[in-house]
Structures are given as structure tokens and as C-alpha cells.
């Protein structure tokens, strides 16, 4: 599946984004879907998950309470919603999907399969 990410820019501590990942089939065929993110010099972590079936999700530490990921079927689409973002927020964030199951090594980043070209997020 090919995965293509919208949404980032730049914003004040304290705003919001809401990014988007268009996948070029059906997000069905992908158990689980997640969202990325690598600050410079820094690994790629994992910062939220989504099964696409159930719709069950899960956040890394840094993301409870102030995102949410979400998925629709009709369009294809997997989303994260940021809110009262902060500056450690800033990285190149990046859409995720693999045909195995979401599990506990979901923030692992080579137990995916397909990768968006990434999306910036700045915050200031």
C-alpha cells in the first residue's frame, strides 16, 4: 500500500494540527496502522496506533491525553489530531501500516511494511 501524509506546518506551543494519511487502497488490507515520528539525530518512535479492524488504539506516553489517531474507511484515510502541542513536539512525522497485528512491539519501527515520505511538524 502506498501511503501519502498532509497536514504539517508550523505552529505556537499550544496549537493544534491535524495531520492526514491517504492510503492508496483499502486501510483494511493493513491490520495496523500507526503514526511516527523522528526529531533530527533522533530514532523513529512510534506515537500512536490504530487496528483498523476494531478500531482499538493505542498512544505512546508522550501522546495520552493530547492526540488521537483515528481512521475512516470510506476515504482511506488515518488521521492524528494534535493538540496543545509543545516544542519537543517538532520532528518529521510519518504514516505507518503493516499486515501483521498491532501487539506489543507496535511502536517498533521496522515491523512495518509501508511508509508515507513524512509530513513536518514545527512548533515554537
Known amino acids: 500500500v502506498q501511503l501519502v501524509e498532509s497536514g504539517g506546518g508550523s505552529v505556537q506551543s499550544g496549537g493544534s494540527l491535524r495531520l492526514s494519511c491517504v492510503a492508496s487502497?483499502?486501510?483494511?488490507?493493513?491490520?495496523?496502522m500507526g503514526w511516527f515520528r523522528q526529531g533530527p539525530g533522533k530514532q523513529r518512535d512510534g506515537v500512536a496506533r490504530?487496528?483498523?479492524?476494531?478500531?482499538?488504539?493505542y498512544y505512546a506516553e508522550h501522546a495520552k491525553g493530547r492526540f488521537t489517531i483515528s481512521r475512516d474507511s470510506r476515504k482511506n484515510t488515518l488521521d492524528l489530531q494534535m493538540n496543545d502541542l509543545k516544542p519537543e513536539d517538532t520532528a518529521m512525522y510519518y504514516c505507518?501500516?503493516?499486515?501483521?497485528?498491532?501487539?506489543?512491539?507496535?511502536?517498533?519501527?521496522?515491523?512495518?511494511?509501508?511508509w508515507g515520505q513524512g509530513t513536518q511538524v514545527t512548533v515554537s
Open positions: 505507518a501500516a503493516t499486515m501483521g497485528r498491532c501487539d506489543g512491539r507496535w511502536a517498533v519501527a521496522s515491523n512495518y511494511d509501508s
Open positions: 487502497g483499502s486501510i483494511y488490507s493493513s491490520d495496523c
Open positions: 490504530i487496528a483498523t479492524g476494531s478500531g482499538n488504539t
